[in-house]
């Protein structure tokens, strides 16, 4: 199992541009969510999904786009980045009940200039 | 409001000696599960060890142990003989069992090991 995949590792973009960060899992897990870590901080949540086409928000969802069209895949869409949107992020996963653990990919670095 | 809080932004820890981490937590749900994570300065999550609301134990992994004390909220993670590979941020996380079963995350401890 690959588990938790994420793509870029590294991203540079200028303020007003847009992109995507892909997120993938294959171990069947119902729940996914994207989390940013800004330095110093704990995580925040700010997309989640418990099952394909069913999509909600978490505690910052202000600037970011997600969709669940299969189990597998939960990208997150940057609509017109900005530097506050510097950050760290993952993607994770775990079977839907609150006593399974998430796993988490490894995290994409993105930098807003 | 906050629901998780960790109250040790840093700690310094001598090499093979004991730590506690600190955690409280706040939620009004009866089933919810706590987790503690570790964070290395490689920067991945890794999942250390896991207490439901309903465990009359305390959970234990290794050389990790949780420190439930339910009636006052708080989840303490020990670390017995630390190792200087112990060195990392530490969050402690919940997942309530109502809603759509979140995990949210304190701001994290980052421990020191050292030699």
């Known amino acids: 199992n690959a588990g938790v995949t994420q793509t870029p590792k590294f991203q540079v973009l200028k303020t007003g541009q847009s992109m995507t960060l892909q997120c993938a899992q294959d171990m069947n897990h119902e729940y996914m969510s994207w989390y940013r870590q800004d330095p110093g901080m704990g995580l925040r949540l700010i997309h989640y999904?418990?099952?394909?086409?069913?999509?909600d928000q978490g505690e910052v969802p202000n600037g970011y786009n997600v969709s669940r069209s299969t189990t597998e895949d939960f990208p997150l869409r940057l609509l017109s980045a900005a530097p506050s949107q510097t950050s760290v992020y993952f993607c994770?996963?775990?079977?839907?009940?609150?006593?399974?653990?998430?796993?988490f990919g490894p995290g994409t670095r993105l930098t807003v200039l | 409001a906050q629901k998780i809080t960790q109250t040790q932004p840093g700690m310094f820890v001598q090499e093979k000696e004991a730590v506690t981490l600190d955690c409280t937590y706040d939620t009004s749900d009866q089933s919810y599960g706590l987790f503690w994570y570790k964070q290395p300065s490689s920067g991945e999550m890794i999942f250390l060890i896991y207490q439901g609301s309903y465990d009359e134990q305390n959970a234990t992994e290794g050389r990790y142990s949780l420190n439930f004390q339910k009636a006052r909220k708080s989840a303490n993670l020990v670390i017995s003989a630390s190792q200087l590979g112990d060195s990392a941020m530490y969050f402690c996380?919940?997942?309530?069992?109502?809603?759509?079963?979140?995990?949210?995350f304190g701001q994290g401890t980052r421990l020191t090991i050292n030699p």
């Open positions: 994770a996963s775990s079977f839907a009940t609150y006593h399974n653990e998430q796993f």
């Open positions: 996380a919940m997942r309530e069992g109502g809603g759509a079963q979140k995990l949210v």
């Open positions: 999904s418990v099952g394909a086409g069913i999509t």
